[in-house]
């Protein structure tokens, strides 16, 4: 009888544990689990509960930023027409140049003489080039149909506009980057060479000093000076971006009123539409954690 009982309960399975490097546990598989399992999982742990209004102010740089591009179209469509002239463009660049320069100085927080002089020296770098390099610029594409030009600087505007850093995270300081991503770059450089293709159908090398300087001014400064603006008052952020949508949205109402309607469905697609969906979709997120993720490893460093 008690050798009965013995062999018995040594056919008995033993509880099964959760082991991780034990091996196999007799009388159960490999792949075996019992009721204890999801005990410890959670749903939905890391998800970000958002609010639509905050949604709706952070979708305002985006709109922003499409304004300026759109002004910047504008300002090319103008001189391609002869509607301005080179002086009318050297004084709208001297006019972006100062109030850009001002901006910076009066959001600096830590405002010295060696910052203005690096501004200045920069700036002054940045337009002897481009007085170098203008009648280059000139004849660059005096061999490729206009059609084409056209349809390339479109393509470039567009990929720009779709690969730019909108949230401003390569942006560490006034005037410095800190670890550009090949996205921005990319973003960058085809806006530069849409500014040249676009720079090269101009008449006189003035012209396209002119142009090319403005060009430049916006798509590699006016990033610079947003972020600084939003850094110093986001509700200076957002009157700005208003006044700049009615501006946008009036001078593209005197050129065409087809490309007005169009602006003006993407700015409420950008900055309605969109958030509202970002809110409804959330109800459909479905988020499982629970012991069996990968372990997140923390070290603790310590001088």
Same mark, same amino acid.
């Given at each position: 009888?008690?050798?009965?009982?013995?062999?018995?309960?040594?056919?008995?399975?033993?509880?099964?544990?959760?082991?991780?490097?034990?091996?196999?546990?007799?009388?159960?598989?490999?792949?075996?689990?019992?009721?204890?399992?999801?005990?410890?999982?959670?749903?939905?742990?890391?998800?970000?509960?958002?609010?639509?209004?905050?949604?709706?102010?952070?979708?305002?740089? =985006?709109?922003?930023?499409?304004?300026?591009?759109?002004?910047?179209?504008?300002?090319?469509?103008?001189?391609?027409?002869?509607?301005?002239?080179?002086?009318?463009?050297?004084?709208?660049?001297?006019?972006?140049?100062?109030?850009?320069?001002?901006?910076?100085?009066?959001?600096?927080?830590?405002?010295?003489?060696?910052?203005? /002089?690096?501004? =200045?020296?920069? =700036?002054?770098?940045?337009?002897?080039?481009?007085?170098?390099?203008?009648?280059?610029?000139?004849?660059?594409?005096?061999? =490729?149909?206009?059609?084409?030009?056209?349809?390339?600087?479109?393509?470039?505007?567009?990929?720009?506009?779709?690969?730019?850093?909108?949230?401003?995270?390569?942006?560490?300081?006034?005037?410095?980057?800190?670890?550009?991503?090949?996205?921005?770059?990319?973003?960058?450089?085809?806006?530069?060479?849409?500014?040249?293709?676009?720079?090269?159908?101009?008449?006189?090398?003035?012209?396209?000093?002119?142009?090319?300087?403005?060009?430049?001014?916006? /798509?590699?400064?006016?990033?610079?000076?947003?972020?600084?603006?939003?850094?110093?008052?986001?509700?200076?952020?957002?009157?700005?971006?208003?006044?700049?949508?009615?501006?946008?949205?009036?001078?593209?109402?005197?050129?065409?009123?087809?490309?007005?309607?169009?602006?003006?469905?993407?700015?409420?697609?950008?900055?309605?539409?969109?958030?509202?969906?970002?809110?409804?979709?959330?109800?459909?997120?479905?988020?499982?954690?629970?012991?069996?993720?990968?372990?997140?490893?923390?070290?603790?460093?310590?001088?």
């Amino acid at each position: 009888m008690d050798a009965c009982t013995s062999n018995c309960s040594s056919l008995t399975p033993q509880r099964w544990r959760k082991v991780a490097y034990g091996g196999m546990q007799p009388g159960y598989d490999d792949n075996h689990t019992d009721e204890t399992f999801l005990a410890d999982m959670v749903m939905n742990a890391s998800v970000v509960k958002r609010d639509i209004l905050k949604v709706m102010k952070d979708s305002v740089s =985006i709109s922003q930023y499409l304004c300026i591009v759109s002004l910047v179209v504008l300002v090319w469509s103008y001189t391609l027409r002869s509607t301005l002239d080179e002086n009318s463009l050297l004084l709208l660049d001297t006019s972006l140049l100062g109030s850009g320069f001002l901006i910076l100085v009066l959001t600096e927080e830590m405002l010295s003489l060696n910052l203005l /002089f690096h501004y =200045i020296l920069n =700036i002054s770098f940045f337009i002897t080039g481009l007085s170098v390099l203008a009648p280059i610029y000139q004849t660059l594409t005096r061999s =490729i149909s206009s059609d084409s030009i056209w349809a390339v600087t479109i393509s470039l505007l567009m990929l720009h506009l779709f690969l730019h850093d909108y949230s401003g995270s390569t942006i560490k300081a006034p005037g410095a980057l800190q670890n550009p991503t090949l996205t921005s770059c990319i973003s960058l450089n085809a806006s530069v060479v849409a500014s040249v293709f676009v720079a090269s159908r101009l008449p006189s090398r003035i012209h396209v000093f002119a142009i090319m300087l403005f060009s430049l001014l916006v /798509f590699l400064f006016a990033p610079l000076v947003t972020y600084c603006v939003k850094k110093y008052s986001f509700r200076l952020h957002l009157l700005f971006s208003l006044a700049l949508m009615v501006v946008t949205l009036s001078f593209v109402y005197i050129l065409h009123k087809l490309l007005f309607v169009l602006l003006l469905g993407l700015l409420v697609f950008v900055n309605v539409v969109c958030p509202y969906f970002l809110i409804r979709i959330q109800e459909y997120k479905f988020e499982i954690n629970g012991p069996w993720d990968e372990a997140k490893l923390c070290f603790d460093i310590t001088d």
